[in-house]
């Protein structure tokens, strides 16, 4: 593109800009009833177009069509958000009736005076689709049950006060994520959106227009396409009030501190960013997986392991909150047998193309710092190295997967210490063990898990589990500054419109349907359909979108069955 052509192009984005500027009137005088009925006429209009959206999807990230990976875009994609624009709605109209979004939630004591609300199991499907995993949100210490019923509702509480124009530089990985952003700017902080799409996602561009096309109709949406040009002129607009970004931190300090390395570092000394306006990040990290030992069967070490590849290997490892470190006790027992089955997990992984734009070079990166690295099925998996800060402090963002013995009697304590300390980011940590494991240790373990600083904790779970819960709140964990980002700043999702939250502690069964019934664990579920070794996840994810637009008993039979088949 030329100049004259620049220019003209930046000349209608103005434009577009000035458009949606001047209809944050229009956002301010929408009253939450019909705030409300945009939320369910979105909802109506993704389910009508999920089958185009996953497609659209799957076709982007080079997955064959009929590839059972393509449940992952069901589920990330139009699932996902179809779950948050519904229990939005019903925030809303909590709010519209006089009452607290959370009003139909219970709640709970956790470690370190906190509140925490019980979001998973919540309505009678729940118990059924998701048997055996729970989800609560913890709040800060102190925070009382009925601060946060007073405090719930965050900017929709008052609709009328707007607060000006939000630019939402949207994730190039996971389809959802930028619609779900949007979401966040509109109801959470009311404000009217400019969002654009990082350039992986522009054949994604159709789709969000038809979906959202009620929210553009109104004028309080626009989305656009560009480059690094695009988004720089955006985040420096006098119209803009405020920017959202989820990326990584390297874009998020470019933004914020320049792209001159002198001049950044005498900046970020003087607390003088090249930013003159608020920013909220989401921005990933080295996700830990601490493994607690235990005795385990053979069906534990090999579902277990098809976990941990899960963890790394969905949407081929380009997410923010892919597991890449396995934290394992040096004296456990079965660590070189588990060692092993995750080699085979990693062998029964479908092939896939790393569609992400400078995934080679990551990966060659991790390879020239661990030369003894071992190729299983394209992907690089380096087996407790003597000098591990390269795996600790590097998010590789590819399929790349480590493992770290740590010595020492107290191996919760010694791995806590290390997730805390040793890693950078503070996403999300998951960790793996056995009942019984969890059990001896009682109330040891629930302050372990206090004890971490992470913004989603999955126990037996993957903290994508927590992504995909809409009542989730969704970010790093609280205290990051500008000049240290870490994980980034503020929390999205979070369809309860929690003010503050602090974390989000997902639980799952350790074990799948039937073993976990012999065993003593009261859960129905099979294999997980996020799992990357099931087979019928591409079914089960498109069922599971259909009921989730339109929950009917009739529908629980097909899912189950499918279900079973993965």
């Given at each position: 593109m030329d100049i004259a052509d620049t220019t003209a192009a930046f000349a209608e984005l103005d434009n577009q800009l000035a458009a949606v500027a001047s209809c944050e009137k229009v956002w301010a005088a929408t009253s939450v009833r019909r705030r409300r009925e945009l939320l369910l006429a979105v909802r109506d209009l993704v389910a009508r177009d999920a089958e185009?959206?996953?497609q659209t999807?799957?076709?982007?990230?080079?997955?064959?069509?009929?590839?059972?990976?393509v449940g992952e875009e069901w589920t990330s994609g139009p699932y996902a958000l179809i779950t948050a624009l519904t229990t939005l709605a019903e925030s809303a109209a909590a709010l519209e009736a006089g009452r607290s979004p959370?009003?139909?939630?219970?709640?709970?004591?956790?470690?370190?005076g906190r509140t925490a609300v019980d979001i998973l199991p919540h309505q009678v499907f729940d118990h059924l689709l998701f048997s055996g995993f729970s989800a609560q949100v913890w709040m800060p210490p102190g925070v009382t049950q009925q601060q946060v019923r007073e405090q719930a509702g965050l900017a929709l509480r008052d609709p009328v006060q707007t607060h000006g124009v939000g630019v939402v530089l949207g994730a190039g990985n996971i389809t959802s994520i930028a619609p779900l952003d949007v979401l966040s700017e509109l109801y959470a902080s009311n404000r009217v959106v400019v969002l654009k799409l990082n350039p992986v996602m522009d054949a994604m561009l159709p789709v969000y227009q038809r979906v959202f096309a009620p929210l553009i109709e109104l004028g309080v949406l626009f989305i656009t396409t560009g480059?690094?040009?695009?988004?720089?002129?955006?985040?420096?607009?006098?119209?803009i009030d405020h920017v959202h970004i989820t990326g990584s931190a390297a874009t998020h300090d470019a933004i914020v501190w320049g792209t001159d390395a002198a001049d950044v570092a005498a900046r970020k000394s003087a607390h003088n960013p090249v930013l003159s306006k608020p920013i909220t990040s989401e921005l990933g990290g080295v996700s830990p997986i601490i493994v607690l030992p235990g005795t385990w069967s053979k069906a534990d070490l090999r579902f277990q392991a098809e976990h941990v590849a899960t963890m790394r290997l969905h949407n081929n490892g380009y997410n923010c909150i892919a597991g890449q470190v396995v934290l394992m006790a040096e004296s456990w027992p079965q660590k070189e047998e588990f060692v092993e089955q995750i080699r085979l997990a990693l062998r029964r992984t479908p092939d896939r193309d790393d569609y992400y734009p400078g995934s080679g070079r990551r990966v060659q990166a991790a390879r020239s710092a661990y030369p003894e690295a071992e190729t299983i099925s394209g992907v690089t998996l380096i087996n407790d190295p003597a000098d591990t800060e390269y795996l600790r402090q590097q998010e590789t963002f590819a399929p790349v997967l480590g493992i770290i013995e740590l010595p020492g009697a107290d191996f919760l304590q010694t791995a806590v210490r290390s997730a805390n300390d040793d890693f950078v980011g503070t996403l999300g940590v998951n960790i793996i063990a056995h009942p019984r494991t969890l059990a001896a240790l009682g109330d040891r373990f629930e302050n372990a898990l206090?004890?971490?600083?992470?913004?989603?904790i999955a126990v037996n779970a993957w903290t994508g589990v927590g992504f995909l819960n809409a009542a989730a709140a969704w970010g790093a964990f609280p205290g990051h500054t500008l000049a240290d980002v870490q994980s980034g700043i503020g929390a999205v999702h979070n369809a309860l419109l929690l003010k503050d939250p602090e974390r989000t502690v997902v639980r799952g069964p350790f074990r799948p349907s039937?073993?976990?019934?012999l065993q003593g664990e009261w859960s129905i579920s099979p294999r997980p359909p996020w799992f990357v070794t099931?087979?019928?996840?591409?079914?089960?994810?498109?069922?599971?979108?259909?009921?989730?637009a339109s929950p009917s008993w009739a529908k629980l039979p097909g899912i189950f069955a499918s279900a079973l088949r993965g």
């Open positions: 185009l959206w996953a999807a799957a076709g982007l990230k080079r997955l064959p069509s009929r590839s059972p990976l959370v009003d139909e939630y219970k709640f709970s004591r956790a470690p370190g480059g690094a040009d695009v988004g720089q002129h955006l985040v420096q607009h006098h119209l206090a004890e971490l600083r992470y913004g989603c039937p073993r976990s019934i099931n087979k019928t996840a591409a079914r089960t994810g498109e069922l599971l979108t259909a009921f989730a």
